[in-house]
């Protein structure tokens, strides 16, 4: 049983950058997501299946969620192709041609094991034209169907594993709706609002949310793909989103950016060289039990890899024990004044 809301570690090639299983379950992680597109390339999902699944692989015993390479679909336009049947792309390793339709995406995120496998979607730029988001719209909405056709006719829906669809429409309010009923009809046991944070003004970002899960079932998990920064998350919590996943927190922490509840700080700065104290606090975990941000800064600066590895623990935990603090407030119901005083003193603070 995973708890919401959930933020999700990141570990597109069968790992959470600089961190090892033990860390995660330390921190509190209960779900991690994997990369079908990455993986299928690296090392290959045949073997991934020979070797035992990617939790056996990669050591880890939670869930997995795998995107399903709509991302890249978006992210490298430029070595792919779009039909009907599926996107052609030319791997960005070594410019072999691959090739992703329903079909692919399922039998690859089965060959995984995925927990929760995403179904193949088209995702939209931004900024794009309203007739050409209407046909990706259309056709996400048809792989949906084959993707949710494909898994019960393998066995992979009734074996105790999950397929989440995604709703895109970019900005246009209309297909959004119309995205999230059409795939609502079809009774999917989780459901994601794609296309979100593809470049677009925050308040923009937020609107397609608002848009998209008044019109997903209440009962089924909606996850927003692919985002955000702590402000961001509480303030999708409050449009009624469950899960999350963003590479934020692992990136900047090997840039030596530290998160805390007066925002980010830089512990790359002079000042930071004899501070004494923890990143934050009393925050329960090893970096912030162990270390100051002295050491921390000593070790970004010199280099040390230890460095990335301490402040991705850090960093990952913030967001989880965010998520935390939110579930607490939720069930106490008092999480609006909560979380606006929460994102008020974090902005203020930076």
């Known amino acids: 049983m995973v708890e919401t ?29 994997g990369n079908t597109y990455h993986l299928n390339l690296r090392p290959g999902s045949d073997l991934v299946r020979d070797l035992g699944g990617l939790h056996r692989f990669m050591g880890w015993s939670g869930p997995i969620l795998t995107d399903s ?63 050409a988001c209407a046909v990706a719209c259309a056709r996400s909405l048809r792989w949906a169907r084959q993707c949710r056709e494909i898994a019960v006719e393998s066995g992979f829906l009734g074996s105790g594993r999950h397929v989440f669809a995604i709703a895109q429409g970019s900005t246009y309010d209309d297909l959004r709706r119309e995205a999230a009923e059409g795939l609502s009809a079809l009774d999917f046991p989780g459901y994601a609002v794609g296309g979100v944070s593809v470049g ?3 308040p923009e970002m937020l609107k397609q949310v608002a848009a998209t899960t008044p019109y997903l079932p209440k009962d089924k998990p909606r996850y927003t793909m692919g985002l955000g920064t702590p402000p961001q998350i509480l303030k999708m919590i409050a449009l009624g989103v469950d ?22 700080v830089n512990l790359r700065n002079e000042r930071f060289r004899t501070d004494p104290r923890p990143v934050v606090e009393g925050l329960d975990n090893y970096t912030c039990k162990n270390f100051s941000r002295a050491y921390l800064r000593h070790l970004i600066t010199a280099g040390e890899m230890l460095g990335g590895t301490l402040l991705t623990i850090h960093n990952l935990h913030f967001f989880l024990d965010l998520v935390r603090q939110a579930r607490e407030h939720i069930e106490a119901g008092d999480f609006g004044a909560w979380h606006l005083a929460w994102i008020r003193h974090y902005e203020q603070g930076s």
């Open 5 to 33: 809301p959930i933020f999700m570690p990141v570990g597109t090639q069968g790992t959470v950058k600089a961190l090892t299983p033990v860390h995660l379950r330390e921190i509190g992680a209960q779900i991690i997501l």
């Open 69 to 131: 390479g709509g991302f890249q679909v978006f992210s490298l336009s430029k070595l792919r192709e779009i039909g009907d049947a599926g996107v052609s792309f030319q791997s960005h390793l070594d410019g072999a041609r691959l090739f992703l339709g329903p079909k692919e995406v399922m039998g690859v995120q089965a060959n995984l094991g995925s927990d929760v496998a995403m179904v193949l979607d088209e995702c939209p730029p931004w900024p794009v034209d309203r007739d």
């Open 200 to 202: 677009e003004p925050e």
């Open 243 to 264: 899960m999350f996943d963003c590479v934020l927190p692992s990136r900047v922490a090997r840039n030596g950016l530290a998160f805390t509840n007066e925002g980010p």
